[in-house]
């Protein structure tokens, strides 16, 4: 089955830094990524995917980046703030069933 | 739109006693629910995909028996833990799709705002 592997699993930047998490995934034929932001106690909310036709997919202060060769995608966030501040998921997953298989999850702590 | 909710957002329970966990698609109709276990600061693990009018896929080491999953309509899944024990406590979360998107989302996973579940 699918692995996913993310880091770090701890990042603390100052405001307005960015902040880049990294996921790597084992099987070729996975082709949506999605990431997920979860703050304590809440549900999971998607803030960008991206699919395997695509190398770069931008939201404002959020990025994405994927490269299928190297089984590797990252999360880019600019300009942090301090309501950025959660744990991220990514995950990985291919068509048919589409079931997200997650990675272990980064807490970001951004300082004011 | 794609609003999943759960009920109850909370449950305490004693040993022994059983638990059931609503997931609810509340406009939008999903053949397909899954259902999580999220320990506290680790990763969402899939514990079953849950399919209406069907019986329930379960994940390598989830027992069937103990976690009863029931989808009998489009908008409701329901997860029940039976004979509940300390070790179950966690917090439970639902998700589902909206196979009615167009634009190529349809596998994109709506949460519930998930149950903490608390044995004792």
């Known amino acids: 089955g699918e692995n996913v592997e993310q880091h770090p699993s701890t990042l603390s930047v100052q405001e307005g830094d960015s902040a880049v998490i990294k996921c790597t995934y084992s099987?070729?034929?996975?082709?949506?990524f999605p990431w997920y932001k979860q703050e304590l106690g809440k549900r999971p909310q998607l803030i960008i995917d991206?699919?395997?036709?695509?190398g770069e997919k931008k939201d404002q202060r959020i990025a994405v980046t994927l490269n299928k060769t190297a089984k590797h995608f990252s999360l880019h966030i600019t300009e942090t703030q301090p309501e950025d501040s959660a744990v991220y998921f990514c995950?990985?997953?291919?068509?048919?069933?589409?079931?997200?298989?997650f990675g272990r999850g980064t807490s970001l702590i951004v300082h004011p | 739109g794609a609003v999943v909710s759960q009920h109850p957002s909370w449950v305490i329970c004693k040993s022994g006693t059983s638990v059931k966990i609503e997931c609810r698609s509340l406009?939008?109709?999903?053949?397909?629910m899954f259902w999580y276990r999220q320990f506290p600061k680790q990763s969402l693990m899939l514990m079953a995909t849950s399919n209406e009018g069907s019986k329930a896929t379960y994940e390598q080491g989830v027992e069937k028996d103990k976690f009863l999953i029931n989808h009998a309509s489009l908008t409701l899944s329901t997860l029940t833990v039976t004979s509940a024990h300390p070790e179950d406590s966690s917090f439970y979360i639902c998700?589902?799709?909206?196979?009615?998107?167009?634009?190529?989302?349809?596998?994109?996973?709506?949460f519930g705002p998930g149950t903490r579940l608390t044995v004792t």
């Open positions: 406009d939008f109709q999903a053949t397909t």
């Open positions: 991206i699919r395997s036709n695509v």
């Open positions: 099987d070729s034929a996975s082709n949506y």
């Open positions: 995950a990985a997953s291919k068509g048919g069933s589409y079931i997200p298989t």
């Open positions: 998700s589902a799709r909206d196979p009615g998107l167009a634009g190529g989302t349809a596998y994109e996973q709506y």
